[in-house]
């Protein structure tokens, strides 16, 4: 499995960005996307995941803003920002829980990682 993420640049407070985090290799394999986010001298943060099965969550401090949703079509899993604040500035990172049994065939769950986009938010 392997991820691109693309679609971060600067905006201005109340604006909107779509995040893109494209997937290619095994997608079958794939349980679960999330989007992550760091911001300068700050941890990692979740900020929404989509399961498989479509199930969605959110960070609160993005919930109501923020929509994850996936294209199955395109192998695509987005991330609409809206109502941008300057406090969403970081570098946004996509992953993917991807599913596998091993060679003794016990249960594994990889966390692959796409490279990161930055998003500025302007006040």
């Known amino acids: 499995v392997q991820l691109q993420a693309y679609g971060g640049g600067l905006v201005q407070a109340g604006g909107s960005l779509r995040l893109s985090c494209a997937q290619c290799g095994s997608i079958s394999s794939i349980t679960a996307t999330t989007w992550y986010r760091q911001a300068p001298g700050k941890e990692r943060d979740m900020v929404a995941a989509?399961?498989?099965?479509?199930?969605?969550n959110y960070a609160d401090s993005v919930k109501g803003r923020f929509t994850i949703s996936r294209d199955n079509a395109k192998n695509t899993v987005y991330l609409q920002m809206n109502s941008l604040k300057p406090e969403d500035t970081a570098v946004y990172y996509c992953?993917?829980?991807?599913?596998?049994?091993?060679?003794?065939?016990?249960?594994?769950?990889?966390?692959?990682w796409g490279q990161g986009t930055e998003v500025t938010v302007s006040s």
């Open positions: 989509i399961t498989s099965g479509g199930s969605t």
């Open positions: 992953a993917a829980d991807r599913y596998y049994k091993d060679y003794a065939y016990n249960d594994v769950v990889e966390k692959v």
